[in-house]
């Protein structure tokens, strides 16, 4: 584990957002799930652009709510800063100068 990983595994578990109650805002056990979503993709190596995509955040009124624009700035922020998957591995070309034993 890289400490950049580390350091946004930690961001994500202690994020916290500013509730809202007289507005719009997000169902906080809906981000808390997509955040925990976030956490076990990064930690199979997946890539977390697709977790983030695949995420609808329901809206709450008239009852507690994490303020939209905090959510929404702290994903992208998650999302540029999530490392890439690594690249396949790219097998190795045989070439075209090696004779097979036996081959003529």
């Known amino acids: 584990?890289?400490?950049a990983y580390g350091d946004l595994v930690e961001a994500?578990?202690?994020?916290?957002?500013?509730?809202?109650r007289v507005r719009e805002g997000y169902d906080m056990a809906g981000?808390?799930?997509?955040?925990d979503r976030v956490v076990a993709?990064?930690?199979?190596?997946?890539?977390?652009?697709?977790?983030?995509?695949?995420?609808?955040l329901a809206h709450v009124r008239l009852r507690e709510g994490y303020?939209?624009?905090?959510?929404?700035?702290?994903?992208e922020v998650v999302r540029r800063s999530a490392?890439?998957?690594?690249?396949p591995a790219i097998?190795?070309?045989?070439?075209?100068?090696v004779r097979?034993?036996?081959?003529?």
């Not at 490392?83 to 690249?87: G, I, K, N, R």
């Not at 097998?91 to 100068?97: A, D, F, G």
Request: glycine share 10%; hydrophobic share 35%.
């Open 67 to 75: 303020d939209i624009g905090e959510v929404d700035a702290f994903l």
């Open 41 to 56: 993709a990064l930690g199979r190596g997946e890539p977390v652009g697709p977790v983030l995509d695949e995420a609808r």
């Open 31 to 35: 981000v808390d799930a997509l955040l």
């Open 83 to 87: 490392p890439s998957p690594e690249a």
């Open 12 to 20: 994500i578990t202690n994020a916290t957002f500013r509730p809202v």
């Open 1 to 3: 584990m890289t400490q």
């Open 91 to 97: 097998p190795p070309q045989r070439s075209s100068t």
């Open 100 to 104: 097979e034993p036996g081959a003529g």
